[in-house]
């Protein structure tokens, strides 16, 4: 094979920056077109995500890549929820019942400029900024750009063209628009949007809050989250329906009102929060939307990857992982088929987008449970349940959770139909009194119940297999 083929890869987020430097190190030859500035030299928060959560799907990337530990050193451990009720009390929840797993907060902005910089130490990469991307012509593998700074167009050939451009992805549009093959495409957005607020930290540069953890508000029908910054703040996110309840987006049009709303529901945040008000109206409110389409690539033209194949909510913290993980997933198919394009993309894309299916139906999933379930007694007996579980037999039993963010080793459709299956086994069991939780359990005891809950976990995938077969 030819190595110095052309790739060009339309967009530099996170995904854009790491496939680019993946294929630079197997000796491609790659240019990247981005229609931002470049990050490094601007900042261009505005309002969005500054923070994200990373754990292990998304560092076995930054492995495979060989800087682990340069993305390390821009994170901020957090082992468990932070949950604040009504009246400012606080319930810690960890992740995981084995101490060594976590997640992480971390830059959106610094991982993206490090793995930029990263990308741009190999000769063989390219990336060009402030190049809006018009259309592509995915029979010609052709692109058309708008250079903002020169007010040209440029038109960009390639021996194979990768689209990571996000959610509102152009060439996952051309597919669309084109009517040249059969195109399945869906996007299901959430009645509730979000938007970024900060807690800024004390004068002496402290936290105000604890450090290590994700906090969270959860009120039923809406939520409020926070996530550690290194430099002592908190990026927070409101997320809040557009137009029903009490108090929604389209309603906190006033000072007064936004007060009156935190008073009511996050007062302990709001004594955090003297800057509301500014964040609160300067910010832009954003859509939470989930992206499902088929085929991800055009023969051996074109493929999508990324938030551009498969956008979802941000409920599970694995949207950014998720796409790591497609570069590693991908990496592994050039392994055998590197060369041949059209497999390449057809294999990837065969492997690969159950799993994208299925963790956009898990972030649903979890987006209920975050802002309401956690309140509720059973849901938090079961947590407490499976964290002694996975304390005292950490080789035998996971939760749901720790499947999907630690055990990169697994697939997430596996993790989702394992998980399910013993959230039902132990929600029932508890339900019906089978099983129960007390303060001073014995190894004994939780042996017996892992046993039940493992027997009944087992009973479920078995109904729910041949309930696919009918």
């Avoid at 309603?251 to 008073?263: G, M």
Wanted: with cysteine.
């Amino acid at each position: 094979m030819i190595k110095q083929q052309n790739i060009l890869i339309i967009g530099a987020g996170p995904c854009g920056s790491l496939l680019a430097l993946r294929l630079a190190q197997r000796g491609y030859k790659v240019s990247v077109y981005e229609q931002r500035p470049d990050l490094r030299k601007e900042n261009l928060d505005s309002g969005r995500s500054i923070n994200l959560a990373f754990s292990n799907r998304g560092n076995k990337a930054m492995k495979m890549v060989g800087i682990e530990d340069k993305v390390k050193a821009l994170c901020i451990p957090m082992n468990g929820r932070m949950l604040h009720d009504i009246d400012g009390n606080t319930i810690f929840s960890p992740y995981s019942g084995r101490e060594h797993e976590y997640i992480n907060s971390i830059s959106r902005g610094k991982l993206n400029a490090l793995l930029l910089d990263e990308a741009e130490k190999h000769e063989n990469v390219n990336i060009f900024f402030n190049r809006k991307c018009k259309l592509v012509d995915f029979e010609k593998t052709m692109a058309l750009f708008q250079d903002f700074e020169s007010k040209s167009e440029i038109i960009k050939e390639a021996n194979v063209i990768i689209a990571t451009d996000g959610a509102g992805s152009v060439m996952r549009q051309s597919y669309y628009m084109g009517k040249k093959f059969l195109f399945n495409f869906s996007q299901q957005y959430l009645n509730h949007g979000y938007k970024e607020l900060s807690i800024l930290p004390t004068e002496t540069g402290d936290y105000k809050a604890y450090k290590n953890a994700l906090h969270i508000w959860g009120r039923d029908a809406f939520m409020l989250i926070a996530l550690p910054n290194l430099d002592g703040s908190f990026t927070v996110t409101l997320f809040l329906s557009y137009d029903e309840g009490t108090y929604n987006f389209n309603n906190l049009t006033k000072k007064e009102r936004v007060i009156e709303f935190f008073t009511t529901y996050f007062k302990d945040a709001l004594e955090l929060m003297p800057n509301l008000v500014d964040d609160f109206f300067k910010n832009p409110t954003s859509s939470l939307g989930t992206v499902k389409c088929s085929p991800w690539h055009y023969k051996g033209n074109t493929l999508l990857m990324g938030d551009a194949a498969h956008a979802i909510v941000p409920f599970y913290g694995q949207g950014m992982n998720a796409a790591f993980e497609d570069v590693v997933e991908f990496d592994k198919v050039l392994d055998t088929f590197d060369g041949d394009w059209e497999t390449v993309f057809k294999t990837y894309e065969a492997s690969r987008k159950k799993d994208t299916d299925a963790i956009a139906d898990l972030a649903i999933d979890n987006f209920y449970e975050m802002k309401g379930h956690v309140n509720q007694t059973i849901f938090r007996e079961k947590r407490t349940l499976e964290m002694e579980l996975e304390k005292h037999f950490p080789e035998a039993y996971s939760s749901k959770y720790s499947l999907v963010t630690f055990n990169e080793h697994i697939g997430y459709r596996e993790a989702m139909l394992r998980g399910r299956a013993q959230d039902r086994a132990i929600l029932h069991m508890l339900s019906d009194g089978t099983i129960s939780i007390s303060s001073d359990m014995k190894k004994d005891e939780l042996k017996l119940i892992l046993e039940k809950v493992k027997n009944e976990t087992e009973v479920i995938l078995k109904e729910d297999n041949l309930s696919m077969l009918k």
